[in-house]
């Protein structure tokens, strides 16, 4: 066996498409072309690259698994070339199910491969449904160098890496579908300092960067060296085809070569993953725009700016839908908001089609008062008027509810939360004003929309209303944004007690009042669109809660 000295390794960090085989592919032959020009010996793929992740029940149709088989087949036959080997992830059937594997294909052969081992049930994963876990196995032979490759999962507990040392492993490399949510990096390396330490082997974490349904996946791949030193950071929400050089030194591999991007944290990471995920499902789903309506508020103003910094200021349709109750400041505001981004605005009137519902059900409301139904009356009157649109002429319709809405169930069914899709769904009202004051500030690098200000300071200085009686306000029906987002933040992604938050020094009467919204509105959430997972639990894939459910937390201390 030859022993090699030093190893040019190329990171693909790409954007597939879910359930798109044939792109899958091309996509990696490209990579692995622009990779060969760069004197690369190994490409290095992310989790089920060929197929996309996660592909959920896809795994279990026979033709998705037979198409898989079709692309590896392919691949394996493109590197009879003598060129860079692939490390690529796809399903692999056995005769007891599937696995989700990562195989070696290298001098027109399928050199090695391996199984994941440690199969996520928890939060957004469920691979315990379509997978079977594999066994733990040592590392795999690459001309000369002995590379364990745990998947994912793996690094987070330590038996798969323990058993990879033990049997003689010099580097990990780990391809990763690892969704993104708020400070996951810190997680991230945290993680993989703690395998290096047990490990003393160089770690590398190769990530897919892509929007899938609610799920962003924000790339950021990186390296460790065996001292825990950075060795590379790729950048992150973005695709990038990378060469790394490393060199052997003494018992030890080190990255001579390696990029050291700059990655935005906090609400800057927030922001570019509402962006990515809004791009991708636009453009995945392949439609030609969205439509919105402007309200002159903040959160439909917000979701404008996203956007337009995800697919440009031609593909973006306003729409001002007034009636009786909308004030010339909204009407200002909005007409601002439009023209600072750069994007079609029409102002479309429903005092008539609003009306015309009234006076239909009038025999049916005889002798009532006025309520909430006329209040809804206008937020679904809008909510047909914006599906038409999107129906005639193909854009989708973007909702624009934040997630202390959508917690409390302070939407209309059917009016206000039409759409396909929203990109501010885990984001808390309390985020919304931080994001545009941001907004207002910076742009991001890839952003498509223009600097400066682009929301009117108005819009975000002005008190929050729904704008469907006279003088309304948003905390006429709810405590005060600030309590609100930080009750149903114990409630939601921490679960706290009722009496634990009210220790914390809230009301109790607020925060019961808080819970019972939170689990009314559950038939709400169930039939909202999806949106952008930026929180470690969103109302989706992470949360699951009965519709039907007696349960309520009283607060006494120790309740359960």
């Given at each position: ?188 390396l945290n993680i993989a300092a703690l395998r290096v330490a047990e490990s003393g082997l ?66 800057e990471a927030d922001y570019r993953a509402c962006m990515l995920g809004l791009r991708d ?280």
């Open positions: 066996m030859t022993v090699t000295d030093k190893l040019s390794i190329a990171i693909a960090q790409l954007n597939p498409v879910m359930g798109d085989i044939s792109g899958n592919l091309a996509k990696a032959r490209a990579a692995r072309q622009q990779a060969a020009l760069a004197g690369a010996d190994l490409v290095v793929f992310t989790e089920l690259f060929i197929c996309g992740y996660p592909p959920e029940d896809l795994v279990l149709k026979p033709a998705f698994l037979d198409a898989c088989e079709d692309a590896i087949a392919d691949l394996t036959e493109d590197t009879k070339d003598g060129g860079p080997a692939l490390l690529m992830g796809t399903p692999w059937r056995v005769k007891a199910g599937v696995h989700n594997a990562v195989v070696l294909l290298d001098g027109g052969q399928v050199a090695g491969r391996r199984f994941k081992v440690e199969l996520p049930n928890y939060g957004p994963f469920d691979e315990k449904r379509v997978f079977i876990p594999g066994q733990l196995m040592g590392p795999l032979d690459f001309r000369g160098v002995r590379i364990g490759v745990p998947i994912c999962e793996d690094i987070w507990e330590p038996d798969v890496t323990e058993c990879l040392t033990e049997t003689g492993a010099e580097i990990l490399i780990v391809p990763n579908g690892s969704p993104y949510w708020r400070c996951k990096m810190d997680e991230r160089p770690f590398i974490y190769a990530n897919q960067v892509c929007g899938q349904d609610e799920l962003v996946f924000d790339g950021a791949s990186f390296a460790l060296h065996a001292n825990s030193s950075l060795a590379f950071q790729l950048p992150a929400f973005e695709e990038a085809v990378v060469l790394t050089e490393w060199r052997r030194e003494g018992d030890t591999w080190l990255c001579v070569d390696g990029p050291k991007a700059h990655l935005e944290e906090g609400d499902y636009v453009n995945k789903n392949r439609f030609p725009g969205i439509v919105l309506g402007l309200s002159g508020g903040i959160d439909s103003a917000i979701c404008a700016a996203m956007a337009v910094d995800a697919l440009g200021p031609d593909r973006v349709h306003a729409i001002m839908l007034p009636y009786r109750y909308t004030s010339e400041e909204s009407l200002k505001d909005a007409a601002n908001c439009a023209r600072a981004l750069g994007i079609r605005y029409d102002v479309v009137p429903i005092a008539e089609p609003v009306e015309g519902f009234e006076k239909a059900l009038a025999p049916l409301f005889d002798g009532t008062n006025r309520d909430l139904t006329e209040e809804n009356l206008q937020s679904r009157t809008r909510g047909t008027i914006l599906m038409s649109v999107s129906n005639k002429f193909g854009p989708m319709v973007v909702t624009t509810g934040n997630k202390s809405e959508m917690s409390v169930g302070y939407a209309t069914l059917y009016g206000d939360m039409n759409g396909g899709f929203n990109p501010i769904k885990d984001i808390y009202k309390t985020q919304v004003f931080r994001l545009c004051h941001l907004r207002n500030r910076w742009k991001p690098h890839d952003a498509l929309g223009p600097s400066g200000e682009v929301i009117p300071v108005n819009i975000i200085t002005k008190p929050p209303s729904a704008e469907l009686r006279e003088d309304q306000k948003d905390e006429d029906s709810l405590p005060s944004y600030e309590v609100l987002d930080a009750v149903l933040e114990r409630l939601v992604e921490r679960e706290l007690r009722v009496s634990d938050i009210v220790a914390e020094g809230y009301d109790q009467e607020v925060v019961a009042r808080v819970q019972r919204l939170l689990y009314l509105a559950e038939y709400k959430r169930r039939q909202a669109a999806p949106g952008v997972k930026v929180t470690k639990k969103n109302f989706g894939r992470d949360r699951r809660y009965p519709i039907t459910n007696g349960f309520r937390d009283n607060g006494e201390a120790g309740a359960t």
